[in-house]
């Protein structure tokens, strides 16, 4: 992949990140529309997805991320590699995920029941300043509207270099309802997929810490 000049971060709060994407149509982006979901939040560079759909081809990827000129190169490669089960999407989830009123609905509203059954979120920004932590992916608001759509029994997996960031990740995830932590450690020892990503790799070769959890989606909930 070539090299992209892209800003580290991006302040999903600021203007020209808050209209919403719309609605996926799973006939337009995967060769095979009705094999099950994986949805990566904040895929970065989407070789983490890459390596997946190769490994998966029984399984459809989607990588959500906020910074569009990866997003871009992302697609490229998807092309060049002749991958029919992976797509990325430029968009910022924190309202793309949540419907809107009126008139957007929420960019996972038109999934088939039951499709979504994998979600990810690895190594978000941490956005270390307490006065940015509603900059942070995992907000009380994306932990409920992913429950509205995972497939009872899907997974959501979640690590971080960042203990604090894991912390607050797996806490609101445990806070719902819908979801049951998996295993009675804190943390897991290791990563329950066969891929890790570029983060996870250059983390642990420093010898410092991962802090993963895995959520399993226990009930239905309502939509409201």
Known sequence: MAAVRVRQHVNPLGKKYQTPASPLDLEKIYAKPNQPLHLDIGCAKG??????????PNWNFLGLEIRE??????????????????????????NSLRSQSPPQASLLSSLP???????????????????HAKRRVVQPELVAELANYLAVGG??????????V???????FAAHPAYQKVGTEEWLAENPLPVPTEREIGTQKKGEPVYRALFVKQEAVNKG
């Open 47 to 56: 070789l983490f997805l890459v390596n997946m759909a190769k490994i998966e």
């Open 69 to 94: 000129p990866l997003v871009m190169e992302a697609n490229k490669l998807r092309s060049e590699l002749a991958l029919t089960n992976l797509h990325y999407l430029f968009c910022n989830v924190n």
């Open 166 to 172: 894991a912390v607050e990740m797996r806490d609101r």
């Open 113 to 131: 029941p039951g499709s979504l059954q994998r979600v990810t979120i690895q190594f978000p920004d941490p956005w270390f300043k307490t006065r």
């Open 155 to 164: 997974v959501v997996f979640l690590q971080s270099d960042m203990e604090f």
